[in-house]
Each structure stands twice: as C-alpha cells, then as structure tokens.
C-alpha cells in the first residue's frame, strides 16, 4: 500500500505541472498485461474453413480380387459436401486457470503455456445414481448400485418394448437431445436369444438356468457368449427369464449416423436395464458437442462409382458383389492424437451382397465424398 500511495502522490504532482504548463506531454508507461492467445479458434470460413484435412487412409489394392456390380441407383452429387469439426473436451486456456485457481492448485505446478488435455468429473445427486465424465472423449459413465438385481432370473419379464422405452425415457429425461441418438434396441445377438426364450416360455433345464445365473453375475454382457437354449421345452423345466439385459442405441451428428470403413454405426451408448422393474443399473453414454461446418470440394459421380467398385475403405473384396442399395452417413477423418479435434466427412453407404463359394453374406461399402 504505501508503494500505491507513493506512485499516486508522484502522478499528482506531475499533473500539477502540467497544469502550470511546466511540460507539455506527459508520457505514462503502459504496464498492462499483453494477451494470451485467444481462447477460441472462431467460427470458420464458409469455404475451406478447417484448412488441410487429415489425408483418408485408403486400403491397399489386393491381388485376386472379385468383380462388384452396382445395381443400385446412386446419388448425385453436389460440386461441395459440407465437413464438420467436433471440438476436443479440453478446456479452453482461461477455463483451465479459472479451474485450477478455485482449487488452490500452485501456479508453480501448473506451469507455462499450457494445454488442458481433458479432465474427469464425479458427481452424484438425489436419484443416487454415481456420474463421471471423461472429457476427452466426452463419454458418460453412470452406476446404480440399487438398481441391481440380487438374483440372476426370474420367472417373467417386462417383454422388449417396455424394457427399450424405459431405456427410451432415461435418455430423455436427462436431457440427452434426441437428436443425437437413435434406435434404441435390445442388442441383437441378445434379441434373437431373447425371442426363443419367449417362444419357450421361458421354459429350461437347470442346467442352462445355472448357465443363465453365470452369466448374469459376468462384468461383460454386451460380449459373453449366451446359453444354448433347447429346441423344444423340456419336462419338468423350470421358468427363467435373465433379470439383466443390455440395450444399445446409436450415436447421431446432424441426424446422421457415424459409421467405421465396414459401414457399421457408432454406438452413442449401451446400458444395463433391470428386467423386473425397467430402472437403468449402470452404462456409459456419447456426449456430443455442436459441430462447426464449412464446405469442401467434392468427388465427382464418376469418382464415387469408381471408388465403389475397388470396396471402399474396406478395399476390394472375393467373389461377385452387387450392391443393391445406398445412403448417407458419415466418416471420422484419422487423428493424429486423441487429443485434436475431430473431422466428419459425408460418406455414401453401399448395401451389398458377396457370393462366394461360401454362400452370399451381406456387407457394406464405405465412400468419403471429399476431394483430397
């Protein structure tokens, strides 16, 4: 304080001379901190906004490969496709400071010119679910310990549709935006199981109701293998219904699904539901964060039919395949670490069927429409 008092009193003075016109400017040295870089990267050009995009990694051509036909009508195609840019979950610089100054974290071990690389939240509120968040790929994590059953079946269920529209009213009553997921299921394999389960009555031997409590006591349900159920329902059965089961949904960006070079979508989470009662025992959800766009050059007809026909980013496959269908859907451009942001590219989606020695199984045929 009394250095403040001294700098003040010496500024007084000085104006009071200038005032008598004793000097005719007075010079005020600038000690204002100079500004960090901005906290943003702003909102992008409408025209090659991003800049380089990361290169699509093209598969090798194989020796030997088979003959596809496109039967399918495919879509046409505009001069530009429009490529959107996910922010990574790192704080931004002046966030990361607010962070670590209101929890008393030493500036010493904070350091210079640094970069949030992501964070992880726990919380819990009056429902007693168990949340945290990893920033970094902005993934949702919850427990319900009470929700979980103390037995591995039970002689009855709550059926498909009320068990995916309790799933269903999860989601939305925590504000997950319906526009971000959709097709909410009972994961598949579990499905085909579960529908000859009901046509049984829920009737087995105790051997697989033993399986069936096994299994329910696994950390795993969405990849263990499931009991054999019998052909027919045995005598002297006894009725058991697994009192656990997961249900999936997938991830949307723009209404759009994102899906890997084999053409299948991105989960936007996957979730334990009690069978009994419907409540959500414990899962992971997809946060997704507002894209910014800006629109890129795009392949020509000619060049998505060619691509196509060499497979896509699946590459070129044996045998005859026809593809008989098409739509849109998006692509994840490579990264260079978890930590960037994330490209999404329109894509056309090839429905196609392979004949082979084998028999005909279907698959699907990826094409990003960007020009690179």
């Known amino acids: 304080m009394k250095n403040l008092s001294l700098t003040f009193g010496a500024l007084l003075a000085g104006l009071g001379l200038v005032g008598a016109g004793c000097f005719q ?13 901005a906290d943003s990267k702003g909102a992008p050009s409408q025209q090659q906004g991003f800049g380089a995009l990361p290169k699509i990694q093209w598969p090798k051509t194989k020796e030997g490969a088979g003959v596809t036909n496109i039967t399918a009508e495919l879509p046409s195609l505009q001069p530009t496709v429009t490529v959107l840019r996910l922010p990574s979950g790192s704080l931004k610089l002046t966030e990361f400071q607010n962070l670590t100054q209101a929890i008393g974290m030493p500036a010493g071990l904070v350091g210079d010119q640094t970069r949030n690389l992501g964070y992880t939240l726990n919380w819990t509120n009056q429902e007693g ?21 103390s037995v591995g079946t039970t002689p009855s269920w709550l059926g498909e549709t009320r068990l995916t529209d309790s799933a269903t009213l999860f989601l939305k009553q925590h504000g997950i935006a319906e526009r971000t997921w959709r097709n909410v299921q009972i994961i598949p394999r579990w499905q085909t199981w579960l529908t000859k389960l009901d046509q049984l009555g829920g009737c087995v031997t105790t051997d697989v109701k033993r399986a069936m409590d096994n299994l329910l006591a696994s950390q795993d349900l969405f990849h263990e293998s499931l009991p054999t159920l019998p052909t027919d329902a045995p005598q002297n059965c006894v009725k058991a219904f697994p009192t656990v089961i997961p249900v999936s ?9 994102i899906v890997d070079r084999d053409g299948l979508p991105e989960y936007g989470g996957q979730v334990l539901v009690n069978a009994t009662s419907g409540a959500m025992i414990s899962g992971w959800l997809a946060l997704t964060a507002d894209p910014q766009r800006s629109d890129y050059t795009a392949i020509t007809k000619d060049e998505m039919r060619k691509l196509m026909e060499n497979g896509g980013l699946g590459g070129p496959q044996t045998g005859f395949n026809e593809v008989t269908a098409s739509s849109f859907a ?14 999404l590219v329109p894509s056309v989606v090839g429905e196609a069927q392979r004949t082979t020695d084998w028999g005909v ?12």
């Open 25 to 37: 400017t007075v010079t005020v040295p600038h000690i204002a901190e100079s500004l960090g870089p």
């Open 249 to 257: 949904f997938e991830r949307l960006v723009d209404g759009a699904n």
């Open 129 to 149: 679910l168990l949340w945290q968040l990893y920033s970094y790929d902005r993934k949702l994590t919850f427990t319900n310990p009470p929700a979980k059953p």
């Open 330 to 343: 998006l692509v994840r451009l490579p990264k260079s670490n978890a930590y960037d942001d994330e490209y």
């Open 361 to 372: 199984s279907p698959y699907r045929i990826v094409v990003p429409l960007v020009k690179q």
